[in-house]
């Protein structure tokens, strides 16, 4: 391969050459000459170096170009970014829940109120779509006044542990019905909320002071909308899920 102090001698010469020419290149015969008399000696020059400064470019291919030389830039042939898209684009869409206040009545004797929970304890249990969703069901229990864990332990047995359809298209994790059936919720925090002034509002206010007086009206064995019987093992699947995390 030629060295750049070679390519530099060379064009050196030949610029040297042709400037000693140049006008006699300017007084020769048209006729005789391609260039013709209409090109001037100083563009015919400047033709020739741009012409010398290409070939040298590709003889010097992987070198760095020298000083004074401008290697030509890439074309750019695909865009700098690229369009953005959004694949979320929900159908309908659903309102927060509105978390109204609901007063502990005086008729709750039961020992299901608000109390301390191992937070790392009950992490860990949640699963699925469960996951992360501790503080969300301590927040809603300190709300309405309702053990956290009866809140995890129902959520838990009505969706296997945030496996269930109802908990992933729905985000329900407590079977919350509404006039169209199965209720879709924004979040699974609104559900959870929902679910425990449910709980607060239409039994433990009313008197329903155990998991099992909670289960006859939660879940009553056989409801219409229980074909499977499942509601059979509501109070003792719930119980189960309840002294395991307290």
Do not use: C
Request: aromatic share 6%; no cysteine; hydrophobic share 35%.
């Amino acid at each position: 391969m030629t060295s750049p102090i070679s390519n530099n001698l060379l064009l050196y010469n030949t610029i040297a050459s042709m400037a000693k020419s140049m006008p006699a290149l300017g007084q020769a015969d048209s006729g005789a000459n391609s260039v013709g008399s209409s090109t001037s000696p100083s563009t015919f020059f400047a033709m020739l170096m741009n012409a010398m400064m290409e070939s040298m470019e590709q003889a010097n291919t992987g070198t760095t170009p020298q000083t004074g030389v401008q290697a030509a830039m890439p074309s750019l042939t695909t865009p700098l970014t690229a369009p953005l898209t959004n694949s979320y684009n929900p159908a309908i869409t659903i309102p927060p829940i509105d978390k109204k206040e609901v007063p502990t009545a005086a008729t709750d004797t039961s020992d299901l109120k608000f109390k301390p929970t191992q937070f790392i304890k009950l992490d860990n249990t949640l699963e699925g779509k469960l996951s992360g969703t501790a503080a969300h069901f301590i927040n809603a229990g300190k709300k309405y006044d309702l053990d956290p864990n009866l809140l995890s332990a129902i959520a838990i047995h009505e969706t296997g542990n945030g496996s269930s359809r109802a908990v992933n298209d729905k985000n329900n994790v407590a079977g919350m019905m509404g006039k169209n059936g199965l209720r879709s919720y924004a979040s699974v925090e609104d559900s959870i909320f929902d679910m425990a002034r449910n709980l607060r509002q239409n039994y433990l206010n009313e008197g329903k002071d155990t998991i099992a007086k909670i289960g006859a009206k939660y879940a009553p064995v056989g409801a219409a909308n229980d074909p499977t019987g499942l509601n059979n093992h509501w109070t003792k699947g719930v119980s189960n899920h309840y002294s395991k995390l307290t």
